[in-house]
DNA sequence: GGTGGAGCCTCACGTCGCGTGAGGGTCAAG
DNA sequence: CTTGACCCTCACGCGACGTGAGGCTCCACC
């Protein structure tokens, strides 16, 4: 019994597009034409298409349906297998994304009616905040925010004016202004974070590397790097404990060369450890002779002397490490690196 | 500050070639271009990037998320709620999809290494089941299939090849060997069903539909209607006990004529049930109205006689149908259609 | 024998969000 | 003056068909 085009497709619940397509590819060719040039198929083509079908209900491209009836390519548990864990990302993705809606939908019902603008600029922090923090930390940071009020982000707004207004004036990060200003900076800190190193160093991170988030509070790369010059400044008295006057000088003059260069290489490092590299892989091996390097040239560790006081000061002051993004997870990274 | 398309790329994790792609279609066009004519994209520019990304992130589609940001289109907490509803959908999906596949994925591992052929038989079997059945019943089936073992398959087959020797051989349907089959018939049936109408009926609607299943057991729509003109045949001598003799030969000549009409009705009215049609719905009142046409010309249900003496019989005599796939809710169904 | 309608044929473009070249200009550094 | 990094504009490709357009075939009915 030879079946046209329509009555295949009427059988199968297919359309005739469809079968045409199949013709097309090669992936289901009628067995014969009618002189006039019809489809004709018979029993063995429709078996083939009843087995296609019930492949395509398994979620298999055609292209895959192909090779499995064609006997080729690998063997069926395997490609099942892998059609689940295909399954089981995409199912995690739409979680992902369904919550994200969802927290969107009730802050939409909370607020008081938001205009497009600020929908938008709370949806782009939410997934900034979603790159950077555990739900949790952005739970916390949420309420936090939400307590401290608006009066907190304009607080924000005049002291990176005031910052930005001494980096215009070419005032040096060792002033006294700057010098206060930096205080300050850490103050308005400890008001969102709590003493919180870990979410310290995310929101660095995240203020770092988020241009959208620097063009939307105004602290950008300049501000940062002026801030911690100050904040690295105020460090020297500590270090002036375990320094004589003449290696303190030249530590200053080491910190304004070369502190610049340790967030970028500090976010290497960490990104380096949270992507499970170990510490004796080449690239790690890397990282870890640029923080040698860097710490001979900032701290002149290559000098024994200094580098016995350094260890001294920094065993005995775990301040000299606050607002560094380095901690004793990092610390140990490093330390792994080097004795490979 | 003007960004060249690549410096905004890098900024953003965006290819060049994506940027280029929304000033095709007009997304995020460049506010300006060089003399030599690069792109160039201000502070504007690159916040509208910001969001386009944000609502991206959210699953917003390109052409969606111009119409969001042209202020135009519906409002975000009904795209939103769409959204979600959406996403259900695909996520329901795909969790139905995995559990098909972890079911096979279970076959196979307890089966003795099926062939290609086997696996793709029970794959379509499987598939079906699904379609027709509730879980359960498909369980109860696989197992009570499992129970019966392949003998059972075997004696209908070769059931099934002598009833097509009988209208091969153009034997009546009221011959005594066609009733001796549609006897072994329903029991081979009972067999596998235990007296479940509502499975009976499924099974039957699926054996009707499935031309795949058809050609599988060779039980195709000749088959199911020369068995089901013996059981009806079958039936008259209950009719007998309430009609004269003149009347259960007009029955019967009746029944000969239109009884194939009845499934594709029954077919009809079941699928307009379970598709939660109201009884006055024209589509519903059409399907009253053709069953009341077909009930006048098989049981002579117009003329007031003949309909009394009927009415009493299907009243006192369940087994009348049995294996017709007609049950209490779709009489129910058909009498609503009439009373409006 | 003509006509009408259903069904068949072969192109061929559109979908969606880019990836991936091809072929060729621009720009700053050496 | 070259080199290399970056930019430009086409334009095809993907996947599984949907949706016509324009034309042929078949069968029933007049």
């Known amino acids: 019994m030879l079946l046209k085009v329509g009555e295949l497709a009427k059988r199968t619940g297919l359309t005739v597009r469809a079968l045409h397509h199949y013709d097309d590819i090669g992936l289901l060719t009628p067995s014969a034409r009618s002189d006039s040039g019809y489809r004709l198929y018979n029993g063995d083509d429709v078996t083939r298409l009843y087995r296609i079908q019930a492949l395509q209900r398994l979620g298999f491209a055609l292209a895959e349906i192909g090779d499995m009836l064609a006997g080729s390519g690998p063997a069926l548990p395997g490609l099942i297998a892998q059609q689940i864990a295909a399954l089981d ?76 207004a001494l980096i215009d004036a070419k005032v040096p990060a060792q002033s006294a202004e700057a010098q206060a200003l930096a205080q300050q900076w850490t103050s308005h800190t400890q008001r969102l974070v709590h003493g919180d190193e870990d979410l310290l160093i995310k929101l660095d991170t995240m203020q770092r590397h988020e241009p959208a988030l620097q063009s939307h509070n105004g602290i950008d790369a300049a501000v940062i790097d002026y801030v911690s010059q100050a904040m690295t ?50 690239e790690a091996q890397a990282l870890g002779a640029r ?50």
């Open 89 to 164: 990302g995409q199912i995690e993705q739409a979680l992902v994304l369904r919550a994200r809606l969802q927290q969107l939908q009730r802050r939409l019902a909370t607020d008081t009616e938001p205009t497009l603008a600020d929908w938008l600029t709370a949806l782009e922090l939410m997934t900034m905040y979603e790159k950077y923090l555990t739900q949790q930390q952005a739970d916390i940071l949420r309420q936090r925010k939400a307590e401290l009020g608006e009066q907190y982000d304009a607080d924000w707004r005049a002291l990176t004016d005031r910052v930005r």
């Open 233 to 282: 400044e105020a460090r020297l008295p500590i270090y002036a404990k375990y320094f004589d006057a003449d290696e303190v000088e030249r530590l200053r003059g080491n910190f304004r060369r070369h502190m610049p260069e340790w967030p970028t290489l500090v976010g290497a490092v960490r990104r380096a450890m949270d992507s499970g590299l170990a510490p004796d892989h080449p």
């Open 291 to 340: 923080w040698q390097a860097l710490s001979h040239a900032t701290f002149c560790t290559d000098e024994p002397a200094m580098r016995g006081k350094f260890m001294q000061a920094v065993k005995s002051e775990p301040d000299l490490l606050l607002n560094t993004g380095i901690d004793r997870a990092l610390l140990d990274f490093v330390i792994a690196t080097q004795s490979h």
